[in-house]
């Protein structure tokens, strides 16, 4: 068990719709990550914040937004949703945001877009 | 993009050390050499990392060539557990994480 918390585990939807994941970072981290992993593409960065600051952005889509609250929670709001959407999301936290911190990751939360 | 290649696959006997290749020739002089792996439907677990110098834990060694163009990932008794895809990336000071395709390791009892 990483301390970090999502959820929901899985999520079923359908093309167009919004959906909304969490994130609960480990007790004391300052830094949330959030990737998509989907079998043709692996497992890609999209955001982080730091301290309810973003700090670096990957390869997220204009429909991805995402945003830490002042309890350091975080959540990855995903919009008009599509077939190819559907991966596996994992949040990840670190203590601060440097790169030689070590991220620990959540069990993650399969999304399914039908 | 720092960028990082991979073996696809590799295969170990249980309890024999476990050599794990990554190549990274556009690394940067402030890029960390990060691995990690992932079990069979979980996330990606820490193993180690380094900058320059070769590095142990608990866990695994990292031998960082001189160039730092390579490193390798060792495992010193392979064990069932460690059945899983290890990943090389490479972390900027931008804080990309570039997870490549990993190498997915079989071990054999």
């Known amino acids: 068990d990483s301390g970090v918390t999502q959820t929901p585990k899985h999520l079923i939807t359908a093309t167009g719709q919004r959906v909304t994941l969490r994130c609960s970072p480990r007790?004391?981290?300052?830094?949330v990550y959030w990737y998509q992993q989907s079998l043709d593409q692996g497992l890609q960065f999209l955001i982080q914040y730091y301290n309810g600051e973003e700090r670096a952005k990957g390869n997220i889509l204009e429909r991805f937004s995402a945003q830490q609250f002042p309890d350091l929670h975080s959540e990855l709001n995903l919009s008009s949703l599509e077939l190819g959407d559907s991966a596996l999301y994992f949040c990840a936290s670190s203590l601060r945001g440097s790169s030689y911190n070590e991220q620990f990751f959540g069990p993650g939360t399969r999304l399914t877009v039908l | 993009d720092a960028k990082t290649t991979q073996p696809n696959s590799m295969e170990s006997n249980e309890e024999e050390p476990v050599h794990l290749p990554c190549n990274h020739s556009?690394?940067?002089?402030?890029?960390?050499i990060h691995w990690y792996r992932q079990l069979p439907s979980q996330g990606p677990e820490y193993v180690i990392h380094g900058l320059t110098s070769n590095v142990n834990n608990r866990m695994a060694s990292l031998a960082i060539a001189e160039d730092r163009k390579s490193s390798t990932l060792i495992l010193h008794r392979a064990t069932l557990r460690d059945a899983a895809v290890y990943y090389c990336?490479?972390?900027?000071?931008?804080?990309?994480?570039?997870f490549g395709t990993g190498t997915s390791l079989t071990v054999i009892p």
């Open positions: 007790s004391g981290d300052l830094s």
């Open positions: 990336i490479l972390r900027d000071v931008g804080n990309q994480f570039y």
């Open positions: 556009t690394i940067s002089g402030t890029d960390y």
